[in-house]
């Protein structure tokens, strides 16, 4: 089967769920000693976002390469498209985060230490700062409220340059090395110009530049892109020459950072993480996408589909007030698991799935 005509990829779908979970068991390391190389194996598990990244690189690129009209209401139809991927959900669960974090500005709801000595200023800064998104712009605040949302500020400036980038793509072919030095030059003038000054952490620093901004981590979605390309003119076949490729690749860059406690934060992590790693995701994704594996099969399947369609409600709830609740209980991490997914499916079923639908006009 050609996968020219191809728009939706199972065994991705089932990938999201793996860096879901992945997301999680580093966010709630199953190991207790932080000694032992199984915890630092598991405290790896952050590159799932790597993961989640390229794939929406590569995602969008299938989808829009050849459908991006310049009129404004291309324009309209392709950011409502967008916002209703991201936002509707982000902005159920973040309103309740919002109201607990001011009825019990102690307890740790909002993801701020001092979070209760906060002005009644700051905390409408960082309540219009979630509200839009733009606290992922905050070295100070990019962990507010549902804390690992700060990869939807990246996610978000992704959708706006995307079609940029595909456009510029059509004119140039060194559209690639073209794109990221002035996106990671863009990144650099501004924290130049404002990690001097205060501005509620406000391209704060070049570490949280290049961790946390899409300036600083555009290479990971437009080598996604290019993946996108490669695919248009392959066809599925029975090896497993690139599955195992990128399953070696990712494996192996885990374990060494593990091995030698290399910090991701450090200008060595970074290289590794933003430069070198992609690449593996990208061996992964081709093979998962052209070849017929045993893992293909697997990710492919009916439950990791329902379980990478709730990825993102998962990777939503599994830190925050539900999170919270559950800790509150007691409940052992593998149940607690297992009980997040659960709420991830329904949320996924009941209202982000719907709502989806509706906000972009699809058809069900």
């Known amino acids: 089967m050609s996968l020219k005509s191809v728009k939706y990829f199972p065994a991705l779908t089932g990938l999201r769920a793996i860096a879901a979970f992945m997301v999680f068991f580093h966010h709630f390391n199953p190991i207790d000693n932080k000694s032992y190389l199984s ?6 598990g952050s590159i799932g976002v790597s993961v989640f990244y390229v ?10 390469q050849n459908r991006i009209d310049t009129s404004i209401q291309w324009w309209k139809t392709y950011m409502r498209n967008r ?3 991201i936002y509707p959900l982000y902005f159920l669960l973040l309103l309740p985060t919002i109201v607990l974090g001011y009825l019990y500005p102690y307890s740790y709801v909002m993801h701020l230490d001092d979070w209760a000595a906060y002005t009644n200023v700051q905390k ?7 509200l839009t998104l733009l606290k992922g712009f905050s070295e100070s605040f990019k962990f507010s409220g549902i804390g690992q949302s700060w990869s939807l500020t990246v996610e978000e400036c992704f959708y706006i340059s995307a079609p940029f980038i595909i456009l510029f793509a059509r004119r140039t072919k060194w559209w690639m090395l073209t794109s990221v030095f002035a996106l990671i030059t863009t990144g650099i003038v501004l924290t130049s110009i404002f990690s001097h000054k205060y501005m509620y952490g406000f391209f704060g620093s070049y570490e949280f530049l290049f961790n946390y901004t899409f ?8 080598l996604g892109m290019k993946l996108a390309s490669l695919l248009r003119i392959k066809e599925f076949n029975h090896g497993a020459k690139f599955t195992l490729i990128g399953v070696l690749y990712i494996s192996s860059i885990i374990f060494l950072e593990a091995y030698f406690n290399i910090e991701k934060q450090s200008y060595n992590g970074i290289i590794i993480n933003n430069l070198i790693l992609p690449f593996g995701i990208c061996f992964l994704l081709f093979g998962l996408a052209t070849e017929t594996t045993w893992l293909y ?11 990478g369609k709730s990825s993102y409600a998962f990777y939503l709830v599994h830190m925050g ?20 997914n659960i709420v991830a499916i329904f949320l996924y079923k009941v209202i982000e799935h719907p709502v989806h639908t509706w906000i972009a006009g699809r058809k069900k």
């Open 297 to 307: 099969n697997i990710l492919s399947g009916k439950i990791f589909d329902l379980l």
């Open 215 to 222: 300036f600083g981590r555009c290479f990971e979605f437009i």
């Open 83 to 85: 916002f209703a991927r």
């Open 124 to 130: 409408g800064v960082v309540t219009f700062l979630n």
């Open 55 to 64: 794939l929406s690189g590569l995602l969008i690129a299938s989808r829009y």
């Open 39 to 44: 915890f630092k194996i598991f405290d790896q």
């Open 321 to 340: 007030f539900a999170s919270i609740i559950l800790d509150h209980f007691n409940i052992q991490l593998l149940w607690k698991f297992f009980t997040l």
